[in-house]
């Protein structure tokens, strides 16, 4: 439960910073008990800020996915991932639900830094990864695919652009979704495979 209200921040992030990108004006961002999110803006590229939700936080979590691979990776996207949290606490600020959310992730990174060689720390950035990506392919899937919302983003989208219904724009969501998740799966394997290759022995003792 409270790692599907991080993926949720993450989605909602990704809306801002896509909001931000094309000049919107940030009001706030909210984050339900109830796993829901919803990010209030003025102004931006409707293009760009209604499919930056699943595209963004499934392109983060098949980064963190790569990461997970490698521990100095992992560590590196922890710090990341922390930069990300205090910038959506900033606009979710009057939140308690994302307060506690934050603080209480920021004390996982921090022990899972510090024991047994940040070996946790891999495993739970692959598990953030896996489950950024896991979700917004259920949640493209539940809002457009299996049943129409018609305030869902690519609900919107549709009536915005009106080109193609909201079953067609998640059905293209979900293809980019999955190339993302593809994607994080083999750079993680082949570049750190290739890495750990490259490595000298251990000498022995």
């Known amino acids: 439960y409270p790692f599907k209200l991080l993926t ?17 004006k940030i009001r706030s961002i909210k984050l339900d008990p109830d796993e829901g999110g919803a990010t209030r803006m003025s102004g931006g590229i409707p293009l760009i800020t209604l499919p930056a939700g699943y595209l963004g936080s499934s392109f983060m979590g098949a980064c963190m996915i790569a ?7 992992s560590k590196i996207a922890s710090l990341v991932l922390a930069a990300i949290f205090i910038l ?9 639900v994302a307060w506690i959310l934050i603080f209480g992730f920021a004390g996982i990174l921090v022990a899972l ?6 070996i946790g720390l891999r495993f739970f950035v692959l598990f953030m990864g896996v489950m950024s990506c896991m979700y917004v392919l259920w949640d493209v899937v539940d809002d457009t695919i299996a049943r129409k919302v018609s305030t869902s983003d690519a609900g919107v989208f549709a009536k915005m652009f009106g080109c193609c219904s909201s079953r067609v724009w998640g059905v293209v969501w979900l293809i980019i979704a999955c190339i993302y998740f593809a994607l994080g799966l083999i750079v993680g394997l082949l570049v750190f495979k290739v890495c750990t290759l490259l490595l000298p022995p251990y000498p022995k003792k």
């Not at 990461?67 to 990776?73: E, L, R, Y």
């Not at 830094?113 to 940040?118: G, Q």
């Open 67 to 73: 990461c997970g691979f490698n521990t100095n990776a």
């Open 8 to 24: 949720v921040a993450l989605h909602e992030f990704s809306h801002a910073l896509a909001g931000v990108l094309t000049c919107a």
């Open 88 to 96: 959506a606490l900033f606009w979710a600020r009057k939140s308690v």
């Open 113 to 118: 830094w510090l024991i047994k060689n940040s």
